[in-house]
Structures are given as structure tokens and as C-alpha cells.
């Protein structure tokens, strides 16, 4: 699918397989766009086709252009901060980049600076362009790997659909302590707030829905590699769910492990999900640099 950006205009043209569409059903049904972001752009009148106003419902053709002010009015909303950056995936809309371990994913405060949200906020500024930076989802300060953002609010609102409806496939890569009995399986006790800690979270009856799927991808006398898949996204779920079973991630002293590492051994190493506007699909893998046992082929 064409795109494109011209200053502060989206510009798509329309693929010759999309026979009578209309601007209406592009955003409504093609993109299943946020009611009010759609009423916005038809009360600016600023929505074109081939340069020209056009009616929402008149039948579009292959070739023609659809012009949007998406990228209208945009600018940081935080703070650049320079640093070294892993871009696995960029373009106008969606930016993936591979976060080290040791930084927050984003901000909590004005004053917090040093978080990858910042670092990204840096590399759209040298870049020259104006866009939002705004994270899709959140790894712990400890866990490394791909963590994805929106340049606009558009693509925001449809990625958050996205990963509400489970279209977002994380895998990660982890090190537990001692040797699992299963070689795959799944875990789904539910997980709430443990009343008796600030910050740790327990497997708990009154919880909320948690699933985690793994697979054993080799085992050494008192360790086991694993690969796993989310089916939903609670806070530390892969390291409550683990702890549950007697297994904690080696270096997560939070849920019992041990200090054989200097932070939890777990790594969002890839993240597969359908591009906000384009529906294609974008595959990224993430290497991780400071736990070599976190680093095989899926």
C-alpha cells in the first residue's frame, strides 16, 4: 500500500482491490478509527481527495488520493534526551526500538528524563520531523526488548485496539531457576496486588485473568531457557507465574530468585503486530546485549 508524508499531510492512495469505498468506510471500517478523531477531521473540512474537498460517502477509485492533516499541529510531549537508540522498525506512524535493561519505558514525572521514551523523543528531534511519542505498552525497568510507539494519535488509538483485541504477539525469552517438569504448557492463575508489598504482585483467586504459555528450549542442571507467549498483559505476570511454580527468573530477587544475573533474565525478543494504517504486518526481533543466554533462534 502507497503512502506517504508531505509536510503535515497523510497521503494514501487508494489500492485498486479497495472498488468503492469511501472516505467513510476508510475510517470507520478500514481503520475502525476513534468516533471522536473522525468527527474532528469532518468538522475541519481539511479531509481531500486529489486536493480537493470532497463528500465522505462519494465512491473512491484506485489511484486516487486520500489527503488527511494527521500529522497536523504535532510536536514532542517529552522531553528529549540524548542517548544510544535501537531502532528495529520506523516509519511516519509507528517507531520499534529495542530497550536495555535499567531504564524505565517512559516517564512518571516531569522531571524524569532518562527513560527510552526520551531517548526516542531525542532521535524524532534529530531527524527534523514533528511527531508525538506515545508507548503502546511498557516492559519493567529490568526487562529488555522491543517495545513499540506511535508517532500520532491515530495510530495510537489503533494500536491500543490492537493489542486489546490480542492482534499484538509478544514472545519473550527468559532464564528460570532449576529444571521445569513440563517441556510446554500454560499457566493461568489469576493475578492480583499483594496487599503485603508495595510493588509485588501474587498469583491470586480474586485476580485477574492471566495467561502465560511456555516452551522449554533447553535445560542445564539448575537452569531452564524458555520461550513464552502473553495471552493477556498484567503487570509482572511471566515472573508471578513463574514464581508460582517454583521457578523465579534467575536474577529476579522481587519474586525469590537468586542474583546469578544482575537483573532479571527476561527479553521481549520479538513483536509481530498488523501496521495501524496499512494492515501490514511488521515482524521485528530484538537481540539482547548484556545476557548472552537470552540470545537463540525461535
Known sequence: MKTRRIGDQFE??????????????????KWNSPKKWIHSMRMSK???INGE????????????????PLFKDLELNVNPTYGELDVLFEDEHVIVVNKPAGIDTHPNGP????TLAN??????????????????????KDTSGAVVFAKD???????DRLLSERKVKRTYH???????????????????RDRHHPTRRRVSASGQEAITHFKVVSKQKDKTCLTLQLKTGRTHQIRVH????????????????????????????SIVFPHPLTGETISCHASCSDIAELNWED
Open 119 to 140: 531517548l526516542v523523543a531525542f532521535h524524532i528531534q534529530a531527524s527534523g520531523k514533528s511527531s508525538n511519542v506515545l508507548h503502546i505498552h511498557r516492559l519493567d
Open 153 to 159: 494519535p491515530l495510530s495510537k488509538a489503533i494500536l
Open 242 to 269: 513463574l514464581s508460582s511454580l517454583g521457578h523465579p527468573l534467575a536474577g529476579d530477587l522481587l519474586y525469590d530468585g537468586t542474583p546469578v544475573y544482575k537483573r532479571q533474565a527476561l527479553h521481549a525478543s
Open 174 to 192: 527468559a532464564v528460570a531457576q532449576g529444571s521445569l517438569k513440563k517441556n510446554k504448557g500454560s499457566i493461568t492463575d489469576p493475578i492480583g
Open 46 to 48: 481539511e479531509v481531500k
Open 53 to 68: 474537498v470532497a463528500g465522505w460517502n462519494e465512491p473512491l477509485k484506485g489511484g486516487d488520493r486520500l489527503q488527511l
Open 111 to 114: 522531571d524524569d528524563t532518562h
Open 12 to 29: 494514501l492512495t487508494i489500492p485498486s482491490n479497495w472498488k468503492n469505498v469511501t472516505i467513510e468506510m476508510i475510517l470507520k471500517d
